[in-house]
């Protein structure tokens, strides 16, 4: 258990601006990939802040859509926007005609282009909407989903990038440490189980099926798209994968919930 809990905090050190602890790094390095399993927990963690201001909100008669919008721009605070710029590099290498070596090229570029910002753009009005369809049946069910779409796409991330090999050898998911396909099953795995223990008491059982599979479409679509352009993951492709199975998963939610 202890073990487990420095995986969570190093993990977390990586994943979000929330204070790093030293204690969890002392001793031998440990590659990032062994701490997959602990992804789906920094997801809970970093989003319980921002449902806690979602339901608060609310329940001070704020409408849906406002306390969404800040919620949800909370979380990209606590995050340091990470999983942001990867959706935001990664729409703009892969949409456009660029070959394979360019595609990798625009994506490391800091600069953002048209669709990097149609994307990032989409990605706030989507979740902060769907949050709000929640919202507007059930303030504590708006709360659990925001909880539970962080939980479940990070979950959907890490087994991702163990699914895949690297495509850019070097980039940082490569020098991290790639984890090995148990422990993407096992992060996938956590995730599922923890967004359902947040959503099933108060969204029904539809919330076990739906969300999570329509997560499931999204990250095979992504998946395929990586492998026929990239021959593989990077780092920002990573981090648009946590962002779209979020985006799925809170549809998903908005979909079951009344």
């Known amino acids: 258990m202890i073990r487990f809990v420095h995986s969570v905090l190093r993990a977390s050190a990586f994943l979000t601006r929330l204070p790093a602890m030293p204690a969890a790094f002392a001793g031998p390095a ?44 909370l979380l990209v605070a606590l995050t340091g926007a990470l999983h942001e710029d990867g959706l935001g590099d990664t729409a703009d290498g892969l949409f456009g005609h660029a070959d394979r070596e ?16 149609l994307a990032l753009i989409g990605s706030l009005i989507l979740r902060v909407a769907f949050l709000a369809a929640i919202g507007s049946a059930s303030g504590l069910a708006a709360a659990l989903a925001l909880a539970a779409a ?8 890490a087994f991702l990038w163990s699914a895949l090999p690297s495509a850019d050898p070097g980039g940082l998911a490569d020098r991290v440490g790639r984890p090995s396909p148990a422990r993407g099953r096992i992060a996938a795995a956590i995730g599922l189980a923890l967004a359902s223990v947040l959503t099933v008491p108060v969204s029904g059982w539809g919330a076990l099926i739906l969300p999570p599979a329509l997560a499931a479409l999204v990250g095979l679509w992504l998946r395929g798209v990586l492998v026929r352009r990239l021959g593989g993951q990077t780092g920002d ?9 979020e985006i799925a998963w809170l549809l998903g939610l908005a979909l079951v919930t009344r």
């Open 150 to 157: 962080a939980t479940g796409s990070r979950g959907a991330m």
């Open 102 to 117: 360019r595609a990798l090229a625009i994506m490391k570029d800091s600069r953002i282009g048209t669709y990097g910002a």
């Open 30 to 73: 440990v590659p990032l990939g062994r701490d997959a399993p602990a992804f789906p927990v920094v997801g809970a963690l970093a989003a319980a802040l921002p449902a806690l201001v979602l339901a608060g909100l609310l329940a001070l008669g704020l409408t849906p859509l406002a306390a969404s919008a800040c919620a949800v721009l």
């Open 237 to 245: 492709a990573l981090g648009a994968c946590q962002q779209l199975t």
